[in-house]
């Protein structure tokens, strides 16, 4: 027989087992996913929990700030402008600490059970962020479906692009959660990193004022801040619905700029993606050593 009839068994041999393995992966990470979903299901605590902030934020900190801005609002209300940033919010608890189920399962064996599983441990990374970017999209349509209460218009292709942006940006933060709970060992270790980051994050985003004008040292956080580049595209979206002066529309919504270029809302979002992606990235290194 030549040489090549024994090569030949041996790639589609090689073939198959990359294609078993392919095949082992997207199951791990349907099941880490779908496990995600049906744990988030259940706990109808935490649901809850997850919704009572924003809607605070939205509607009593709105009515109650409303009439001491209404003059610098341009007569928009509060409750409208805050909208955009309430939707980032409304993803961005349940994004971050969905993550925490890592911590969960660590601490109880679970997560060296799914270790010795035969497949990479970067699918298990996958799911998880997967799972908690699609809970927490499925919790921000809670804000979504209250838009006519703050003056924002039902319109299908507003609701499309508000969900699809929230769907990145809770890719984003669960990257950034998972990256942050693939080293630590304790719970408590996580829900006090975690709150120590969050909070910040969410105020000097520019959730609750517009990003220009600002203080120079505030500018400059503003900037770094990631999620300013996930709720400024969507206040842009959102206010590109509404009927506002242009005197409004620049004072309320002028977009994000880096020195003389203002970004486009593609530029923002690929902003957001990259983050995502590399925070990903990071948590695939952490959580292979965390468990080697």
């Known amino acids: 027989m030549t040489q090549a009839a024994f090569e030949a068994p041996s790639h589609v041999e090689a073939t198959r087992r990359v294609e078993k393995r392919l095949t082992s992966d997207l199951r791990a990470i349907r099941i880490v996913w779908y496990r995600e979903l049906a744990r988030f299901a259940q ?15 939205l509607f009593v900190l709105g009515a109650g700030l409303n009439t001491l801005a209404s003059q610098g609002a341009h007569g928009v209300s509060l409750k409208t402008f805050f909208y955009p940033g309430i939707l980032g919010m409304s993803v961005m608890f349940t994004a971050i600490f969905s993550a925490a189920s890592i911590v969960w399962d660590r601490e109880f064996g679970f997560l060296r059970e799914m270790m010795v599983a035969p497949v990479r ?7 998880k962020c997967l799972g908690g970017a699609t809970v927490a999209a499925m919790q921000g349509l809670v804000i979504v479906a209250m838009a006519g209460f703050v003056n924002v218009p039902y319109n299908p292709t507003l609701m499309v692009e508000i969900v699809a942006l929230q769907l990145v940006l809770a890719f984003t933060l669960t990257a950034f959660g998972v990256m942050v709970a693939a080293r630590l060992k304790q719970m408590t270790a996580f829900m006090t990193l975690t709150q120590m980051l969050v909070m910040p994050l ?13 203080p120079g040292w505030l500018e400059v956080l503003n900037r770094i801040d990631p999620l300013t580049y996930g709720i400024d595209p969507i206040r842009r979206v959102v206010f590109s ?5 242009p005197a409004a529309r620049a004072s309320l919504d002028p977009g994000l700029t880096w020195g003389s270029w203002h970004l486009s809302i593609l530029m923002e979002v690929l902003v957001v993606l990259f983050l995502g992606i590399a925070m990903l990235g990071v948590a695939f290194v952490e959580f292979s050593r965390s468990e080697s």
């Open 43 to 57: 706990d109808r605590t935490r649901i809850l929990a997850q919704v009572v902030q924003p809607v605070l934020f």
């Open 121 to 127: 441990r970067g699918s298990i990374v996958i799911g």
């Open 202 to 214: 969410f105020f000097i985003s520019g959730a609750l004022f517009p990003a220009s004008g600002l």
């Open 241 to 245: 619905y509404l009927n506002l002066s």
